[in-house]
């Protein structure tokens, strides 16, 4: 392990100093003549974290330091596709006509904008999310990965409201009677 890097990871509500050691190493496979290197980590659980790339990195903290950040970036990104399935339950979502599914894709995906990055990132809006978080009512606490308390507490929120949103749709379209959540 050639480098020491520190990361700071949210657990709840505390956040916890992670000290990463991470190195690489030229490997080739039996059967492959293509170069590959093998990333070595260090620090974030009891095993080290083994990545294998056919990217080619040069012998500098720099280009090892980008490939723990793609993988972890990369994880990141595995995790918002997961939580956007499970919140919103789009595997029990049945619609008869493609404009239908663009219309509650597009609401789901603006739903999993305004809880990841509106409310996560603005922080005049930390109050908000403060008590949407609580509405979640979590019995073992707030995930690390916390935007799954963040969508519990939109529905619980939501639920309790009385209007709909049959204000936000634009007129029926004169060929298929179809109603498009926003103008085509």
Not at 24 to 32: A, I, K, M, Q, W
Request: charged share 25%; aromatic share 14%.
């Amino acid at each position: 392990m050639s480098y020491l890097e520190s990361i700071i990871k949210e657990e709840g509500e505390k956040a916890r100093c992670l000290r990463l050691e991470f190195g690489v190493r030229p490997v080739t496979l039996p059967g492959r003549p293509e170069p590959l290197w093998l990333v070595v980590v260090r620090g974030f659980g009891e095993e080290p974290l083994m990545l294998l790339t056919n990217v080619p990195l040069k012998k500098t903290r720099r280009s090892w330091w980008w490939a723990v950040e793609s993988y972890m970036t990369r994880w990141t990104i595995e995790e918002t596709f997961r939580f956007i399935k499970q919140s919103y339950q789009l595997e029990d979502i049945r619609l008869l006509t493609y404009v239908r599914l663009q219309n509650m894709m597009a609401l789901v995906l603006a739903a999993a904008y305004f809880t990841m990055v509106y409310l996560n990132l603005r922080t005049k809006l930390r109050v908000l999310t403060g008590h949407v978080l609580q509405a979640a009512r979590r019995v073992f606490g707030i995930p690390d990965f916390r935007f799954y308390a963040l969508a519990d507490g939109i529905k619980a929120y939501l639920f309790g409201q009385k209007r709909g949103l049959s204000g936000c749709f634009s007129p029926r379209d004169p060929d298929t009677g179809q109603r498009w959540l926003f103008s085509p």
